[in-house]
T-cell receptor
Framework: GAVVSQHPSRVICKSGTSVKIECRSL??????MFWYRQFPKKSLMLMAT?????????EQGVEKDKFLINHASLTLSTLTVTSAHPEDSSFYIC??????????????FGPGTRLTVL | DAKTTQPPSMDCAEGRAANLPCNHS???????VYWYRQIHSQGPQYIIH???NNETNEMASLIITEDRKSSTLILPHATLRDTAVYYC?????????????FGKGTKLSVIP
């Protein structure tokens, strides 16, 4: 149980275009999802926290108009990188917390999406 | 959340136990110790977590000292597939405390 998927796993796009990444909790309902970014040989950096049905909370330094997050259902959150530039090339990873649990709310991570902007 | 300190790298012979230490001397009473690992080019994988007592599951054992200022993750019989970066993270429980702060972790290399 507690499986999180991401689509696509890899994407290459031209500079100036927008890219949408999907994050799905396959076997549980997720009240909260998170989006992280990881540059080569670096650790994960939290970008934003997304709660179902409400606006995402962005970490300091993350542009909310550039990284659009939608969490429309308890099993799906999307991250759209708008007007992508080469410096947005990175490994994007989502995670989800299972709804309704009252213990320690373990985060389960997706496999990640490798974005390359040409 | 409390800060953790881990060695940057460790080697372990295949088939032997891998013992990964973590210091969290400023941990608070309501903070859990979580362990995740990240194999190259994949998302982090949850391993185990604990509060006070030692914990064991099908993947690993977690030993927390009585004063809770440090812990050790034990992989009882390391295999080559256990080669990964292991992250020790301290996090409070309850709503509003879900965020995980990833440090640099320990790069474990399992050697044939």
């Amino acid at each position: 149980g507690a499986v999180v998927s991401q689509h696509p796993s890899r994407v290459i796009c031209k500079s100036g275009t927008s890219v949408k990444i999907e994050c799905r909790s396959l076997d549980f309902q997720a009240t909260t999802m998170f989006w992280y970014r990881q540059f080569p040989k670096k650790s994960l950096m939290l970008m934003a926290t997304s709660n179902e049905g409400s606006k995402a909370t962005y970490e300091q330094g993350v542009e909310k108009d550039k990284f659009l997050i939608n969490h429309a259902s308890l099993t799906l959150s999307t991250l759209t990188v708008t007007s992508a530039h080469p410096e947005d090339s990175s490994f994007y990873i989502c995670s989800a917390i299972q709804a309704g649990r009252h213990s320690t709310d373990t985060q389960y991570f997706g496999p990640g999406t490798r974005l390359t902007v040409l | 959340d409390a800060k953790t300190t881990q060695p940057p790298s460790m080697d372990c012979a295949e088939g032997r136990a891998a013992n990964l230490p973590c210091n969290h001397s400023t941990i608070s009473g309501n903070e859990y110790v979580y362990w995740y690992r990240q194999i190259h080019s994949q998302g982090p994988q949850y391993i185990i977590h604990g509060l006070k007592n030692n914990e064991t599951n099908e993947m690993a054992s977690l030993i927390i000292t009585e004063d809770r200022k440090s812990s050790t993750l034990i992989l009882p019989h390391a295999t080559l597939r256990d080669t990964a970066v292991y992250y020790c993270i301290v996090r409070a429980s309850g709503a509003g405390s879900y965020q995980l702060t990833f440090g640099k972790g320990t790069k474990l290399s399992v050697i044939p």
